[in-house]
């Protein structure tokens, strides 16, 4: 079930390009009052395709790594590629969604959707389609007039989700996107996102303080130490990647996989 940190089946070890390859990076804040090191020595390969997790105690660096493969971030060393080239600037190659959905208030689901093709200037045929397709993977039909304020919180993720997808990015990175959401609607999340995931085959880094999240949905699981935030272990989820909620949770594979992040997280870690 664990794995170290070179992980047996990374990409690098299939001869495969790796989605993101995040190589001995470390990444330090200096502020006029403190020196922060917010990651040391982390290496991780997440191959095409795979939905990975990270879990670790608050101030542990997650949202440092998201932000850093983004290109948001420069590492102060070490290096990330996505999809076999070095990260220096902002990438316009991944979708990102966060916590808070942060829709604008005055346009409709369907056009806070669309921003992204106005930002990219995207076809107006191509992103229209595009849009019509996610609205429909993402329960969203019937919404796609609605200003945010009418919208429940988890609408708003949907059409965060929505908006993050509409340009097909081979890579997703998600900061607690479910965090905000009452629990029973962050269940009907995580399964739409099982489903979502498996119908693009894009590849997911989701950043999550939910134990039971983070089995759910990954292939892989990463724990992180206390800062400065280092990988403890990977740890494999072989569940099949169509997976049934509640029958899932009861499985074997998933309790000892859960039981071993909270071990490594220990008292003070992950909430549920
Ligand atoms: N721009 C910045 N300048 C200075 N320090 C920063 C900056 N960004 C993050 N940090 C520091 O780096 C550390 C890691 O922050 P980060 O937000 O990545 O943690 P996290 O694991 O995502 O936390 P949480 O789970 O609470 O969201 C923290 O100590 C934080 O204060």
């Given amino acids: 079930m664990s794995k170290p940190e070179s992980d047996s089946k990374s990409a ?45 105690p608050s101030g542990c660096g997650k949202s440092t790594l998201l932000k850093m493969v983004a290109g948001l971030l420069k590492p102060t060393t070490g290096t990330v590629k996505l999809r076999g080239e070095t990260v220096d600037g902002p990438r316009h190659d991944i979708g990102y969604v966060f916590q808070r959905a942060a829709l604008l208030e005055w346009r409709s689901a369907r056009r806070n959707i669309l921003l992204q093709a106005e930002m990219r200037k995207m076809p107006g045929d191509r992103a229209k389609a595009r849009t019509a397709e ?8 019937g919404f796609e007039d609605a200003l945010p304020h009418e919208l429940s919180g988890g609408m708003q993720q949907r059409v965060a989700l929505c908006r993050a997808l509409l340009h097909e990015p081979p890579v997703l990175l998600m900061d607690e996107p479910f965090g905000a959401l009452d629990a029973l609607t962050r269940e009907q999340l995580n399964v ?31 724990v992180m130490s206390d800062r400065p935030g280092t990988i403890r272990e990977i740890i494999d989820v072989d569940l099949p990647a169509e997976r049934e909620y509640t029958p ?22 992950a909430a549920d």
């Fill in 12 to 56: 690098a070890a299939a001869g495969e390009q790796a989605a993101v390859r995040i190589d001995d990076v470390a990444v330090r804040f200096r502020t006029r009052k403190r020196d922060v090191t917010a990651l040391q020595e982390v290496s991780l390969d997440v191959a095409m395709g795979e939905f990975v997790a990270i879990v670790g």
């Fill in 134 to 141: 996610l609205i429909e993977m993402t329960g969203l039909t």
């Fill in 248 to 269: 899932t949770l009861a499985k074997p594979e998933f309790a000892s996989v859960a039981a071993r992040i909270r071990e490594l997280l220990g008292a003070g870690g």
């Fill in 192 to 222: 739409e996102m099982n489903r979502i995931w498996r119908e693009t085959g894009t590849t997911v880094l989701l950043v999550t303080h939910s134990v039971a999240e983070a089995v759910y949905l990954a292939n892989r699981v990463v």
